[in-house]
């Protein structure tokens, strides 16, 4: 049961992750990269997608259809500042964006960020089986787990440890090899 548990919460690291990886640009249009982008509206910040709709009309241009015309500039604003460097074109309430190609130097920044980002998932990873460690020695010394049943299950961790850090290391070079394709 508590192995089933520590496996969930891994689980949820990893999609997290997977979230995270599909915003960062690769060259191609993904409705995906303006999720991590917010606008400040309504006097808080919010999501793009909660402000309007977002298409790709092409594989190299993204449409912002933005449903309330006094967004229109704040959504502007917050697109031109966040750290993907695109410029949107507005035209009325639509916003376009031209995903320009990447530079050889774009894409090895890129691949710093995505490294950080898998970092970042496997310190998740390892913080989840530090803790998962020592609610299984307090469950002994509680006298709730027999020492080889503490034995069995924190070897049990480490093995479901180092598969998710495997599938962050898989899915890195994944995307490491999506974004140096030219």
Do not use: C, F, H
């Not at 520590?6 to 997977?18: T, V």
């Not at 993907?84 to 507005?90: D, E, Q």
């Not at 998740?124 to 002994?140: C, F, G, Y």
Request: zero cysteines; hydrophobic letters at 35%.
């Amino acid at each position: 049961m508590i192995i089933k548990k520590i496996e969930e919460r891994m689980n949820l690291s990893l999609s997290s992750y997977g979230k995270e990886l599909s915003t960062v640009r690769t060259g191609r249009a993904n409705p995906k990269m303006l999720d991590g982008v917010r606008v400040e509206v309504y006097g808080q910040k919010m999501p793009i997608s909660q402000l309007a709709t977002v298409s790709i009309p092409e594989p190299q241009m993204i449409n912002v259809q933005v449903w309330d015309k006094t967004n229109v500039s704040a959504v502007d604003q917050a697109i031109r500042t966040s750290d993907l460097n695109l410029n949107p074109l507005v035209d009325g309430q639509l916003l376009r964006i031209a995903i320009p190609k990447l530079t050889e130097e774009r894409r090895k920044e890129l691949i710093k960020v995505l490294k950080t980002i898998a970092e970042k998932a496997k310190v998740a990873i390892r913080n989840i089986r530090r803790d998962s460690l020592e609610e299984l020695k307090k469950e002994q010394k509680d006298k709730n787990l027999s020492e080889d049943d503490l034995k069995k299950n924190s070897n049990e961790v480490q093995k479901i440890t180092d598969l998710k850090i495997a599938e962050i290391d898989k899915k890195l070079s994944e995307k490491e090899v999506e974004i140096l394709k030219v």
